[in-house]
């Protein structure tokens, strides 16, 4: 999952990528005022928090580790456990 810094960022990914947006896709703000794109099925789901950051989120949760053994928001994912993941890979 990818996190967008604007609303319009996602549209236009969306666009470029499948022609735009349909009935079963939505774009929904998420952690540290980005957006993400889901289904309207995760959009429905109950609200999650985050365990690195502790903010709440609806995207699909992302595994946390190498940070710890939790489930993470997709703005964390992006920003502090993939950099962990490839310091890790570096070694």
């Known amino acids: 999952m990818v996190t967008f810094a604007t609303k319009e960022q996602a549209l ?12 079963r896709t939505v774009i929904i703000p998420t952690t540290h005022g980005h957006w993400v794109i889901v289904s309207v099925k995760e959009a429905c789901k109950p609200v999650k928090t ?31 456990v993939t950099p962990a993941r490839i310091e890790l890979m570096k070694r």
Request: aromatic residues 12%; glycine residues 10%.
């Open 12 to 23: 236009k990914f969306v666009a470029a990528v499948s022609g735009g947006i349909d009935s």
């Open 50 to 80: 985050c365990s690195i950051c502790g903010e709440w989120f609806r995207e699909y949760p992302c595994n946390a580790q190498p940070v710890n053994n939790g489930r993470c928001c997709a703005y964390c994912d992006d920003h502090i």
